[in-house]
């Protein structure tokens, strides 16, 4: 009698830092509601006491850092500690409508692909609320620059939603080095340097105007580590194309 397999598990990251309680305590409670992820976990940094009481009663688990490690170094913490099949991360501002994430998930979930990214800019998504102007020319203009700088072309770079296979996740995990926001966007290109399939989900959305993200420094930033990242996966790139063909022939 042949075993039906079991369903794959999903493991779930929230970074956080300074966030808005009346937001993530109910998004919380809507991804274990409508995703049943076998983990769930909180990677917070910084809090104060209310913040880590109030935390403390929702499904999650909470990993609290004393310092503030930066959204990529959180991320990297609780995809370490996950164990599941299928790992996934959202902002903890909830811009992303946890019935959104699901599709995102269920498209990794599904086998369909390695890695599936949130897409806000694609023609296909919903924006219920709009960015500021500065932070909408300043998304654009990133997601145009990476688009020439790295080999996987993507509307949307930079969204905060989104799931890989346990897999992909080891593949790239030691490639990873940005411990900010620029960590979307490292992950995506070293997925495509590993040959890894990326699909782009376009969502529903709606943005948060009280960002700790700072503007104009984060502009300069975003740009220093994109190019950065694309220097690193053009070796990487290198490497693999070595590996597939083999060392050189001896004269």
């Given at each position: 009698m042949r075993q039906v397999a079991d369903p794959p598990t999903l493991g779930f990251i929230v970074p956080a830092y300074r966030p808005?309680?009346?937001?993530?305590?109910?998004?919380?409670?809507?991804v274990t509601e409508i995703l049943d992820p076998a983990m769930l976990r909180v990677e917070l940094d910084a809090p104060g006491e209310r913040t880590r009481q109030r935390l403390a009663g929702t499904p999650a688990t909470v990993a609290v850092?004393?310092?503030?490690?930066?959204?990529?170094?959180a991320i990297?913490?609780?995809?370490?500690?996950?164990?599941?099949?299928?790992?996934?991360?959202?902002?903890?501002?909830?811009?992303?409508?946890v019935p959104e994430l699901g599709r995102i998930v269920d498209a990794?979930?599904?086998?369909?692909?390695?890695?599936?990214?949130?897409?806000?800019?694609?023609?296909?998504?919903?924006?219920?609320?709009?960015?500021?102007?500065?932070?909408?020319?300043?998304?654009?203009?990133?997601?145009w620059l990476a688009r020439r700088l790295l080999d996987v072309s993507l509307y949307d770079y930079?969204?905060?939603?989104?799931?890989?296979?346990?897999?992909a996740w080891r593949q790239v995990r030691e490639d990873l080095t940005e411990e900010g926001f620029?960590?979307?966007?490292?992950?995506?290109?070293?997925?495509?340097a590993h040959s890894l399939t990326v699909q782009e989900i376009p969502i529903t959305w709606h943005d948060h105007p009280d960002s700790t993200v700072p503007p104009v420094r984060s502009a300069v930033d975003m740009g220093t580590a994109l190019l950065r990242t694309s220097l690193r996966t053009t070796r990487v790139d290198a490497s693999v194309e070595r590996s597939c063909h083999g060392p050189p022939l001896e004269e």
């Open positions: 808005d309680l009346e937001l993530l305590v109910p998004y919380l409670e809507q850092s004393a310092r503030r490690r930066g959204k990529g170094a990297t913490d609780g995809f370490d500690a996950l164990n599941t099949d299928v790992l996934a991360f959202a902002d903890a501002d909830a811009a992303t409508p990794v979930l599904s086998g369909n692909t390695s890695l599936a990214v949130g897409s806000r800019r694609h023609p296909d998504a919903t924006v219920e609320t709009g960015q500021s102007i500065p932070r909408g020319v300043m998304g654009d203009g990133f997601a930079q969204c905060g939603a989104k799931a890989l296979t346990a897999g620029a960590w979307d966007v490292e992950l995506l290109a070293f997925a495509s």
